[in-house]
């Protein structure tokens, strides 16, 4: 943004001052690289992961992420710190002047940003940037902050030494939780104007004269940010370096010297050619590019000439949309508008206009179907570009868990809104919603877990005791139940019933349960977990069946048999396992009488004709 540096008089300039004439000439250099388009922010991951992560945020999460407010850089209002949830905002600036330092600026970022992330934006991070420029335009100071000179004198320096300086102004940004720089200024004042140019000339707010000049300093200053880990903005495009009025405060100010390909524009050229997340867009008017609307407001200036002159593919930020410059446009409309133009990110350092602005652009996407494809493709070039900053938990089955719950008819659909953001867990990933989760892993896809099913999973300590689920929640064949497929121990799954709750079988006994039909066999369904016998050697589950109840009984030297019935009655009655039969070695066998079933320590024989059990020890 232009800031609002410390009132200085400006000198009384006449209306027949006359801007030297330049050259329309062609960009050089790494300026004609960028006629081909730039790669997509962050690169194709975290482009993939934005696409994931927008594609699960609701309606007024996406729209929070186009707009970054002001809050008073040392104590913000209540106020402001409720739109910061309330309004899902995607970022914030920090506005004012603060002289408390790294260490209480961490606390006031720290605050803002445990209002943000979780299920308020989808897991996304909260950008928080601040006007660190130097010189008059130095919102940060104190304690851990260096008194940054003004870009004019940090022009001076040789690149590599500003580079050097910059990471070094960039790491005190980093301690006091600032991960977005509002700089460098790339407007080229020419020298024969200097300080009549209110904006910058006026405060030395740009590194040299020459567009050569301001390009190699300016690229200098963003790569040493960038070493240090925080992203830059190039303001204020096209440049404000010949105009005499300040946007913040005049209304009508307007360039009439800067064209097309003009050689002014090299700076911003430079910056996209070397990688620049953002540019910022002046809320001055071009006359001899869009005559006909301030750039704010202009496709010309953003689609046709950053986009598809410069080839920038990053976040188009608009300067405070409550400078005077447009007083003229009612509050509502001027994001409204900025986006129709081709911006990403509105940015208003008079928090007091964000909320009818965000309110504005709700109202516009609802009735408007192109509209809403434009606040889409916006919230993922924020998120893909927050992404690659690491303000993003993009795990790797992020895509997969948002493929599945669009398939399934996202917000709409059995799951409901998400509650928070994929997030990693051991092996894979899951994301929760408000009437489920889904959770993925390479090896499994994606999958639905749902009601008491996710409750009993969640209960046994999920995905590590039954591995990832392999299947929806689906219908048992019997019409009774439901159940999830796992991939762990062999396979398991999580069987489910009005009248016996949820319970799982993995491994063997499952096998074996799966050998005898499933619920539809003998045993019925399971009505307790996987447990330890008492004699702590074997496994086993216990089951529904018809006659009496059924259980799956399994040890290394047995492995797994289903009891049921009397035979299952009578060696209860015994002590189990622990009785002199010890386990069982076989399933029940038919006879020409009735059927036998063997166990380590004899027979267990039941008679049809009259029902009675005999128990015979092996020899």
Known sequence: MTDRPP????????????????LLVGLAGPARAQTAAAPAPGGSAAADCAAAV???????????????????????????????????????????????????????????RARSGGATTAGVGLWVSTDQE???????????????????????????????????????????????????????????????????????????????????????????MADAGVQTTAKHFPGLGRVLGNTDTTAGVTDDTTVRGDAYLRPFADAVAAGVPVVMVSSARYSRIDDRSIATFSPTVVRDLLRGDLGFRGVVMSDSLGATALDAT??????????????????????????????????????DASFRALVDDAARTVVATKAAAGLVPCPAGTAAVAARWTELGGASSVLGPPVDAAHPVPGGTQQDFRSGAILASPT????????????HDLQLGLPEALGFPTTDELSTPDGVGRFNHFAGDGGASIYWTPA??????????????????????????????????????????????ADGGASIYWTPATGAWPVHGAIRVTWADLGWERSALGYPTSGELATSTGVVQHFQGGDVTWTRADGSVRVTPRP
């Open 444 to 455: 499994t896809g994606a999958h639905v877990l749902l009601g008491a099913v996710l409750a």
């Open 500 to 545: 016996t709750g949820a319970w799982s079988v993995h491994g063997a006994i499952q096998a074996t349960w799966a050998a005898l039909g499933w619920e539809r066999g003998p045993v019925g369904y399971p009505v307790t977990d996987e447990l330890p016998t008492p004699d702590g050697v074997g496994r086993f589950n216990h089951f529904t069946s």
């Open 7 to 22: 009132r200085h008089r400006l000198p009384r300039l006449g209306a027949s001052l006359v801007l030297p004439s330049l």
């Open 134 to 224: 130097g010189g008059a335009v130095q919102v940060l100071s104190g304690p851990g902050f260096s008194d940054i000179p003004t870009a004019l004198r940090q022009g001076s320096l040789p690149p590599a030494e500003l580079r050097a300086r910059a990471a070094g102004w960039g790491r005190e940004l980093r301690a006091a939780g600032v991960d977005l720089d509002l700089a460098p200024v790339l407007d080229t004042v020419p020298a024969d104007l200097g300080n009549a140019n209110a904006p910058i000339g006026h405060f030395d707010r740009e590194f040299a004269h020459d567009p050569g000049g301001v390009s190699a300093s300016g690229t200098a200053f963003a790569a040493g």
């Open 330 to 367: 009612p509050v509502a409309d001027r994001a409204v508008r900025f986006i129709e133009a081709g911006g990403t990110v509105a940015l208003s350092a008079e928090s007091g206009i964000v909320g009818p602005m965000v309110d504005g652009v709700l109202a516009r996407e609802r009735a």
């Open 54 to 112: 927008v594609s699960t945020m609701s309606e007024p999460q996406r729209v929070g992420q186009l707009f970054t407010a002001g809050v008073d850089a040392s104590r913000p209002t209540r106020e402001q710190l409720a739109m910061v949830s309330d309004r899902h905002l995607g970022g914030v600036i920090l506005t004012g002047r603060s002289s408390a330092g790294t260490a209480a600026t961490r606390a006031v970022t720290d605050d803002l």
